[in-house]
């Protein structure tokens, strides 16, 4: 049922090393993840477990200790590969840039003609719905529009392959419903693999074709969740019953984990109380 | 004009005000302070002799070659500490007492390397000056947010792309700091160190008019040196506000 390979992590390893009297820090485990063109994969875990490390290896922004990783047959080496866009967490507009040149800024240094620029720019900002505030500067935005400069920095670009790392973590709980919306516009549109790191649950479940979920750290996935919706969905799906048991399927994965990131046992409430 | 703009300019026109009160109805003795008008009028008469304009010019040159070279020399000296990061903990403590040092009681020595030419009161200056535009530099770098270096990397940008294309605009704000100080400590030292030793330039007129009880010539002459600082100091104040509307929302 899925389509063609896309980008694959084979036995990928990531350890930070000690410093001082620090030890190393082994953040992922030989972890293993086949991407398929097109699809919309999540990734969620408990603060800490290695899944930004994991998006960062992805990218390229970071090198593997050990395994490999390859995006569309080819091996990615400590660069950003051509067709892959990425868009974080931190407010990462330019806030000495308007919006038009915060979003041109790829394309321009790509040397693109100017006449191409302003095409996908206004095309960019149309569907971004930011097209009334090309000549604003980040500062004079919102959080949310802040992030949707960002990612139609990236769009421009036309990325096969999109990372997005916690996007919308800043952001209060209706305008992230909002922005999961528009990430799925963007997604059905371009036709692009997704690939979104988050914590929540609920916005996992929501955007995902696949969700891996990922153990407290050294990370690893415990397991990976088909959600099977329809490409054709919006965040009204939350009011689906299938909605509520997928992220009570992540949540019961997931509380355990998330236990050992802060630092408590394991084990299950009720064997908690017969203890 | 801002509402706090026409504010400000109202309380600067009535300290003009009350003090031309006081000096005219002999509150203030003339032979203390004169009135505004007669240093306006005495500064108009100075300028138009021509009695001033070599002074003028040595002490213009000799700020503006001050300013330049603390700034620039300043900036690449910033940059070369913030790559390297042993020397810049060797020399932390040196910035952050810097200032206790007095760095004129070596104008001196500085008469006797280079003799009473412009070149002691140039060392002076940039020697006062440069230490905020490093200081500045750094403090600048320090607080590009690391994900813009992560954007560059997704972007492909090689380093110097990166730090002309990101680095140094996110670190602009605070190298415009740096600039601010060093044009005021570069202003301050250069009039100074005139002042005390300098064989000539407007410092040593003031000294000079201080010395003759020419109340006239000294008060025109400190008149003068007030409407450069504060023109200056406006143009830069205005950049500032210009740029902190863009990067705080209008809310500077």
Same mark, same amino acid.
């Given at each position: 049922?899925?389509?063609?390979?896309?980008?694959? =992590?084979?036995?990928?390893?990531?350890?930070?090393?000690?410093?001082?009297?620090?030890?190393?820090?082994?953040?992922?485990?030989?972890?293993?993840?086949?991407?398929?063109?097109?699809?919309?994969?999540?990734?969620?875990?408990?603060?800490?477990?290695?899944?930004?490390?994991?998006?960062?290896?992805?990218?390229?922004?970071? /090198?593997?200790?050990?395994?490999?990783?390859?995006?569309?047959?080819?091996?990615?080496?400590?660069?950003?590969?051509?067709?892959?866009?990425?868009?974080?967490?931190?407010?990462?507009?330019?806030?000495?840039?308007?919006?038009?040149?915060?979003?041109?800024?790829?394309?321009?240094?790509?040397?693109?003609?100017?006449?191409?620029?302003?095409?996908?720019?206004?095309? *960019?900002?149309?569907?971004?719905?930011?097209?009334?505030?090309?000549?604003?500067?980040?500062?004079?935005?919102?959080?949310?529009?802040? /992030?949707?400069?960002?990612?139609?920095?990236?769009?421009?670009? /036309?990325?096969?392959? @999109?990372?997005?790392?916690?996007?919308?973590?800043?952001? &209060?709980?209706?305008?992230?419903?909002?922005?999961? &919306?528009?990430?799925?516009?963007?997604?059905?549109?371009?036709?692009?693999?997704?690939?979104?790191?988050?914590?929540?649950?609920?916005? *996992?479940?929501? =955007?995902? &074709?696949?969700?891996? *979920?990922?153990?407290?750290?050294?990370?690893?996935?415990?397991?990976? @969740?088909?959600?099977?919706?329809?490409?054709?969905?919006?965040?009204?799906?939350?009011?689906?019953?299938?909605?509520?048991?997928?992220?009570?399927?992540?949540?019961?994965?997931?509380?355990?984990?998330?236990?050992?990131? =802060?630092?408590?046992?394991?084990?299950?409430?009720?064997?908690?109380?017969?203890? | 004009?801002?509402?706090?703009?026409?504010?400000?300019?109202?309380?600067?026109?009535?300290?003009?005000?009350?003090?031309? #009160?006081?000096?005219?109805?002999?509150?203030?003795?003339?032979?203390?302070?004169?009135?505004?008008?007669?240093?306006?009028?005495?500064?108009?008469?100075?300028?138009?002799?021509?009695?001033? $304009?070599?002074?003028?010019?040595?002490?213009?040159?000799?700020?503006?070659?001050?300013?330049?070279?603390?700034?620039? #020399?300043?900036?690449?000296?910033?940059?070369?500490?913030?790559?390297?990061?042993?020397?810049?903990?060797?020399?932390?403590?040196?910035?952050? $007492? +810097? +200032?206790?040092?007095?760095?004129?009681?070596?104008?001196?020595?500085?008469?006797?390397?280079?003799?009473?030419?412009?070149?002691?009161?140039?060392?002076?200056?940039?020697? $006062?000056?440069?230490?905020?535009?490093?200081?500045?530099?750094?403090?600048?770098?320090?607080?590009?947010?690391?994900?813009?270096?992560?954007?560059?990397?997704?972007?492909?940008?090689?380093?110097?792309?990166?730090?002309?294309?990101?680095?140094?605009?996110?670190?602009?704000?605070?190298?415009? $700091?740096?600039?601010?100080?060093?044009?005021?400590?570069?202003?301050?030292?250069?009039?100074?160190?005139?002042?005390?030793?300098?064989?000539?330039?407007?410092?040593?007129?003031?000294?000079?008019?201080?010395?003759?009880?020419?109340?006239?010539?000294?008060?025109?002459?400190?008149?003068?040196?007030?409407?450069?600082?504060?023109?200056?100091?406006?143009?830069?104040?205005?950049?500032?506000?210009?740029?902190?509307?863009?990067?705080?929302?209008?809310?500077?």
């Amino acid at each position: 049922m899925h389509g063609d390979l896309h980008a694959r =992590l084979a036995g990928v390893t990531r350890v930070y090393p000690g410093a001082g009297a620090h030890p190393p820090v082994h953040a992922l485990v030989p972890v293993d993840l086949e991407l398929y063109k097109g699809e919309f994969f999540a990734i969620v875990g408990p603060s800490g477990c290695g899944k930004s490390t994991f998006l960062e290896v992805l990218a390229g922004l970071q /090198q593997p200790s050990a395994g490999t990783v390859t995006f569309e047959g080819k091996t990615v080496r400590g660069e950003v590969a051509d067709g892959i866009g990425v868009v974080f967490q931190e407010d990462a507009s330019f806030p000495w840039l308007t919006v038009w040149d915060n979003a041109a800024f790829g394309l321009r240094r790509n040397g693109i003609r100017e006449a191409e620029v302003r095409r996908r720019v206004e095309d *960019a900002l149309a569907f971004m719905g930011l097209k009334d505030f090309a000549r604003a500067y980040p500062s004079q935005l919102s959080g949310g529009m802040r /992030q949707r400069v960002c990612i139609a920095r990236t769009l421009v670009l /036309q990325p096969r392959l @999109i990372l997005l790392d916690e996007p919308f973590g800043a952001l &209060d709980a209706q305008t992230r419903l909002l922005m999961g &919306d528009e990430v799925l516009r963007l997604w059905r549109r371009t036709g692009a693999t997704v690939f979104l790191i988050t914590h929540a649950l609920d916005e *996992a479940a929501m =955007l995902a &074709d696949r969700i891996g *979920a990922m153990s407290a750290r050294p990370g690893h996935f415990i397991e990976i @969740i088909e959600t099977r919706w329809p490409r054709e969905r919006d965040s009204t799906i939350v009011a689906e019953p299938a909605f509520g048991k997928i992220t009570g399927r992540l949540w019961e994965r997931l509380r355990g984990e998330s236990l050992k990131a =802060l630092g408590h046992s394991a084990m299950a409430p009720a064997a908690a109380a017969a203890e | 004009m801002t509402r706090i703009g026409i504010i400000r300019l109202l309380v600067i026109v009535a300290m003009i005000g009350a003090l031309e #009160l006081a000096c005219r109805t002999g509150l203030i003795d003339h032979r203390v302070i004169i009135s505004p008008s007669e240093m306006a009028s005495a500064l108009a008469n100075l300028l138009a002799s021509g009695a001033i $304009t070599a002074d003028i010019e040595r002490t213009l040159g000799v700020i503006i070659m001050v300013i330049v070279l603390s700034i620039v #020399l300043g900036f690449a000296a910033g940059l070369v500490i913030h790559a390297l990061p042993r020397v810049r903990e060797a020399l932390d403590p040196f910035f952050a $007492t +810097y +200032y206790a040092v007095p760095v004129f009681i070596f104008y001196p020595v500085l008469i006797a390397i280079f003799g009473l030419s412009p070149m002691p009161i140039v060392m002076i200056g940039v020697a $006062t000056a440069i230490v905020a535009m490093i200081i500045a530099t750094l403090n600048g770098l320090d607080r590009v947010p690391r994900v813009l270096l992560k954007v560059a990397r997704v972007h492909r940008l090689g380093r110097v792309a990166t730090a002309m294309k990101l680095q140094l605009p996110a670190a602009a704000p605070y190298l415009f $700091t740096g600039i601010k100080l060093s044009v005021s400590y570069g202003f301050i030292a250069v009039i100074a160190a005139e002042f005390i030793l300098s064989p000539a330039g407007l410092g040593r007129d003031i000294a000079d008019a201080y010395a003759d009880f020419n109340n006239r010539r000294m008060y025109a002459l400190i008149l003068f040196l007030l409407i450069i600082a504060t023109i200056v100091n406006a143009a830069l104040h205005a950049l500032d506000m210009r740029w902190a509307e863009r990067h705080s929302g209008g809310r500077p």
